[in-house]
């Protein structure tokens, strides 16, 4: 149901802005198998087209992280980032590769996009936005992924972006298994997250 949801409220922001995106299984804009882009480079300046057509395809654990944190780091009103492993103490489940193909920490990002300029406000309205919980469901990810960067792109320009923004705290968790999606199977380390929840907090 969430994955629906974030589907038709990405669906929703795509048309307000009048971005308009195709997919694709072309991977001319891969930033992996040898490219030296990093996530200083404006990744997502140079990755999306504000007023045209661009392909795009499924991110990595890498690319996604990368594109996220140069979110960030061009829009630090906007966007703030933590990790599931930072904000609650979590130990990482194992080894991801990064953008440049290097092992790094599986670490869970929470996303929160609202204008940091209007806070603080006790009454802002929340929504939280879940990519995926197996790592071998792939539309989700890249759903939240996109509607994040429609939202930042379109801020200056959008009175419904910049509506949404003002008024409303985003909060997009891309993949709740970030090892799963690293390794494209359903469960974190043979475990599967349908079963491993914390139902019982009086223990």
């Given at each position: 149901?969430?994955?629906?949801?974030?589907?038709?409220?990405?669906?929703?922001?795509?048309?307000?802005?009048?971005?308009?995106?195709?997919?694709?299984?072309?991977?001319?804009?891969?930033?992996?198998?040898?490219?030296?882009?990093?996530?200083?480079?404006?990744?997502?300046?140079?990755?999306t087209l504000l007023d045209g057509v661009r392909h795009f395809r499924y991110y990595s654990y890498g690319e996604t992280i990368a594109y996220l944190d140069d979110l960030e780091r061009r829009f630090p009103t906007?966007?703030?980032?933590?990790?599931?492993?930072?904000?609650?103490?979590?130990?990482?489940?194992?080894?991801?590769?990064?953008?440049?193909?290097?092992?790094?920490?599986c670490n869970t990002p929470i996303v929160r996009l609202t204008n940091e300029e209007t806070l603080p406000d006790a009454e802002r309205p929340e929504v939280f936005f879940s990519g995926c919980l197996h790592g071998n469901e792939y539309v989700g990810p890249i759903t939240t992924v996109e509607m994040a960067i429609a939202l930042v792109e379109?801020?200056?320009?959008?009175?419904?972006?910049?509506?949404?923004?003002?008024?409303?705290?985003?909060?997009?968790?891309?993949?709740?298994?970030?090892?799963?999606?690293?390794?494209?199977?359903?469960?974190?380390?043979?475990i599967d997250p349908n079963r491993d929840f914390a139902y019982d907090t009086r223990k």
């Open positions: 149901m969430v994955l629906r949801i974030a589907s038709v409220v990405l669906v929703a922001a795509v048309v307000g802005v009048g971005l308009r995106v195709v997919l694709s299984a072309d991977s001319n804009h891969s930033l992996r198998g040898g490219s030296t882009t990093t996530a200083s480079s404006n990744l997502t300046a140079a990755y906007l966007v703030d980032i933590t990790t599931a492993q930072q904000a609650y103490g979590l130990d990482s489940p194992g080894l991801c590769n990064s953008i440049s193909g290097s092992p790094v920490a379109f801020y200056g320009t959008s009175e419904w972006a910049r509506r949404m923004l003002n008024t409303r705290a985003v909060y997009i968790m891309p993949f709740a298994n970030s090892l799963g999606y690293e390794k494209k199977t359903r469960t974190e380390n043979r």
